[in-house]
């Protein structure tokens, strides 16, 4: 039985490096493709440049029932100890273009939110700013609608091109786009292509500073100097309008630590890894905070990291 497995397995890798060349690493730790830095190993880590490409390894793997979730820069997700089963798809080549035309942004899923911040900056466009200090991508941007208590990144999207599992290629417009608080309403398992966003021209200093104070609030209320996934629990509805650090806080539980994993001093709703953590560790603390936070408080924290595995 071991022995079959292996043997479609190095089939299946085979057909892999048919596609992709050397761009596929098995058996390999995520924890290098993650911000918080633990957790265990993925069967195949696939480097995909182009949408023919993308398409061929989503056949190959539906082909041979393999599961396949697509990773962008890690920042949102705890990688369990055991690991992940499947393959994980990482864009680039073509994903990590961007294209201006006057006040319109068309931008690869791939590219990294600073660097489409500095795209910005040097057309003088103005929109993007609230995005500065959010290390994600603009496929894990749309996914999370990620934002701050103001804005998000669904208010600048005119539309979204995404592939299906069938294969097919679709252009979402603005109407059929609905997002929530750190989510959105429309993706199924699509793998987000692109998007094209919706600026204004504005002033090149004005933009500078604005980046810049709002990475400075950053430094001065986040725990940056350790490996991190942001904020874990979404802030929850409550009569006292606590956030969730503000609840963990009161509860007593910033700052405690289990095994390398602890409760940020400097902002409750973070857990930072103080190198070496598990993904374990920090599973304890989550589960601890939710506990604490409901028998004090009544208030059910639910999840904004996604956790795999
Ligand atoms: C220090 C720090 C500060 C942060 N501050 C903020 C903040 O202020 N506001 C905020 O909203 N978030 C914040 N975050 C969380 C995180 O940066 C955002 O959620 C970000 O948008 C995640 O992007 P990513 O590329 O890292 O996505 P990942 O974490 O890699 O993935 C997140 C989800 O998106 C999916 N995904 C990624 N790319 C694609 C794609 N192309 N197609 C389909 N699915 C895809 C993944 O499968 C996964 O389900 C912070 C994180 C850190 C570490």
């Known amino acids: 039985m071991m022995v079959r497995k ?7 890798e085979k057909e892999i490096k048919k596609i992709v060349g050397k761009r596929v690493k098995i058996n390999e730790p995520v924890k290098k493709y993650t911000t918080f830095r633990v957790g265990g190993t993925v069967d195949y880590l696939i480097k995909v440049t182009g949408v023919e490409e993308l398409r061929a390894i989503v056949c190959l793997l539906n082909r041979n029932n393999i599961g396949c979730k697509v990773i962008g820069m890690g920042s949102n997700i705890l990688v369990k100890d055991k ?10 080549g073509t994903f990590d273009r961007i294209q201006v035309i006057r006040e319109k942004v068309i931008v690869g899923a791939g590219v990294s939110l600073p660097v489409l911040i500095k795209k910005c900056v040097d057309y003088e466009l103005q929109g993007t700013e ?11 941007a749309i996914v999370m609608n990620a934002g701050t208590g103001k804005q998000a990144i669904g208010d600048l999207i005119e539309e979204v091109e995404i592939f299906q599992k069938n294969g097919k290629i679709k252009l979402l417009h603005k109407e059929k786009l609905t997002f929530d608080y750190r989510k959105n309403n429309f993706l199924k398992k699509d793998v ?3 998007t094209k966003l919706s600026l204004k021209k504005g002033n090149k200093n004005d933009i500078l500073s604005m980046i810049k104070s709002n990475l400075q609030k950053r430094v001065q209320t986040q725990p940056l100097s350790f490996s991190n996934a942001g904020c874990i629990f979404k802030n929850p509805r409550n009569k006292n309008r606590l956030t969730a650090g503000e609840l963990i806080d009161r509860v007593g539980l910033k700052g405690i630590k289990k095994g390398k994993a602890q409760i940020s ?6 857990i ?19 506990k604490k936070v409901n028998e004090m408080f009544g208030i059910k924290l639910q999840m904004e990291i996604k956790i795999w595995g």
């Open 6 to 12: 292996q043997k479609k397995k190095s089939i299946i």
């Open 83 to 92: 690991g992940i089963s499947g393959a994980l798809l990482k864009l680039e």
């Open 130 to 140: 609230f995005l500065s200090g959010i290390p994600g991508t603009v496929g894990g």
């Open 192 to 194: 987000i292509l692109k």
């Open 265 to 270: 001093v400097k902002h409750a709703n973070f």
């Open 272 to 290: 930072v890894n103080l190198k070496g953590a598990q993904a374990r560790d920090i599973l304890f603390l989550i589960n601890k905070i939710k």
